[in-house]
């Protein structure tokens, strides 16, 4: 598990070199999380861009805001003025949660019997084999829902195994 996400993180993070110009939807959850802080909902157009959904003058983008609300500790640190200057967090992000499906994934074999060495081999190629490698070619708000989703589907997955 530890050298799959090390790639990962290698992948998702440019060779750890944050790419600075990204486009702003790479820093939507920022945005949202500091709007979240001052009770609001909405992010500003240039977070969502022409994809965001306007409703009264605001912009709301469409996807859920989970990874936002992860956001909250890390962004109560921040300086609120002007969001899209915050720190490109979305690469570190992903990988908790690309690192979350690789310990759900070990669980999930250990709970079907997969044991040992065996059970390493097999959390290896799940991760790697897996979309959610696909996922750390962009760090977007895009690819970033769809591995959260995906790690919480799998400790679901999990938890309910260790139900049975």
Known sequence: ?????????VI???????????????????????SLLHGRINVP????????????????????PTP????????LFVSADDPLDEPFLAPAYMTMAFLLAGF?????????GIRGWVAGA??????MGSALMTLSLRALVYEEATI?????????????LRLI
């Open 1 to 9: 598990m530890a050298i799959a996400t090390a790639i990962f993180l």
């Open 12 to 34: 998702v993070s440019r060779g750890f070199t944050f790419v600075a110009d990204q486009p702003p939807q790479s820093r939507f959850y920022e945005n949202q999380a500091q």
């Open 148 to 160: 959260w989703g995906a790690s919480f589907a799998l400790v679901t997955t999990w938890a309910a």
């Open 122 to 127: 097999f959390t290896f190629v799940a991760l």
């Open 104 to 112: 759900a994934i070990a669980g999930i074999a250990e709970q079907v």
């Open 45 to 64: 157009f240039a977070a969502a861009g022409e994809e965001s959904i306007r409703i009264d003058g605001k912009h709301y983008g469409y996807v859920g």
């Open 68 to 75: 936002a609300i992860l956001r909250l500790p890390v962004m």
